[in-house]
């Protein structure tokens, strides 16, 4: 689900980390509190990555577990593999890259081999080299595009800067941020786009994610900023989600 874009959590040892940072965030659909996620960006060296993307629901209108894990150097994956609850649907999908000219091979059903047109990382993997290597100045027009591959092909992504404004989370209070829309264009020819996402992140040098928002079908998403902790700070890195999601085994014996 695309409510994960962001959401990332690492599981690894502590103690040979270069940089570990955790979000923790309450969802609500509608005016009604749904669940909770976490996004950690991880460094354990200068070359290297390694994110996991967690979701989870707290209600028993609707069974939500959805885990995510991606590994990689110098911001370019070498897989990407998906473990997924929705009420009774299940999945397990891979992605992973086989060939240096972008080819991709895809396990779950059904299985596929692809080559990405030029599309170098995942959108989770776009995003931390964006966050972690973008040095220019953000101004309002101003547009970034990575091309992205995911486990539906290949996309571009588009991060359109829309404005500057303050906004309230319960992590940090009051902060200037950036409010942004992304949108994916597939790089097939019959795409379609989707302007109904929005990323808030504050406007200084941290570009902290505090808000995540989108109109969808039936209602509004809202990913909202709870907690923030970072090793570098000193903080000791804390984890809400379920157990099995925390060891990757989401799936009922």
């Given amino acids: 689900m695309k409510i994960l874009w962001l959401f990332t959590l690492l599981l690894a040892p502590l103690s040979d980390v270069l940089s570990l940072e955790r979000f923790h965030y309450k969802v609500k659909f509608g005016f009604l509190t ?4 976490e996004i950690t960006f991880n460094q354990p060296t200068l070359d290297t990555y390694e994110n996991i993307a967690l979701a989870w629901t707290e209600t028993s209108l609707f ?5 995510i894990v991606v590994e990689g150097a110098n911001f370019k994956p070498s897989v990407f593999n998906m473990q997924q609850i929705e009420n009774d649907y299940k999945a397990h999908k891979t992605l992973r890259l086989v060939g240096e000219n972008g080819l991709y091979q895809k396990r779950g059903n059904p299985e596929e081999t692809f080559f990405a047109h030029g599309a170098e990382r995942d959108y989770l993997s776009a995003l931390f080299k964006l966050r972690k290597t973008y040095s220019d100045e953000l101004k309002v027009g101003k547009t970034l595009v990575e091309n992205v591959v995911g486990l539906n092909g290949a996309y571009r992504m588009e991060l359109k800067v ?3 404004r303050e906004l309230y989370t319960p992590a940090l209070g009051t902060q200037t941020v950036w409010e942004i829309q992304p949108i994916l264009v597939s790089l097939a020819p019959k795409s379609g786009l989707n302007k109904n996402w929005r990323i808030y ?3 200084d040098e941290r570009r902290l994610p505090v808000r995540i928002t989108a109109k969808l079908k039936f209602g509004s998403f809202n990913a909202l900023l709870t907690k923030f902790e970072n090793t570098e700070l ?8 379920p157990k099995g999601l925390q060891t990757g085994d989401i799936f009922p014996k």
């Fill in 201 to 203: 992140i504050t406007a």
């Fill in 34 to 37: 749904a669940g909770k996620a």
């Fill in 63 to 67: 069974n939500l577990r959805e885990r």
């Fill in 162 to 164: 829309l404005k500057k």
């Fill in 234 to 241: 000193g903080d000791k890195i804390t984890s809400s989600a």
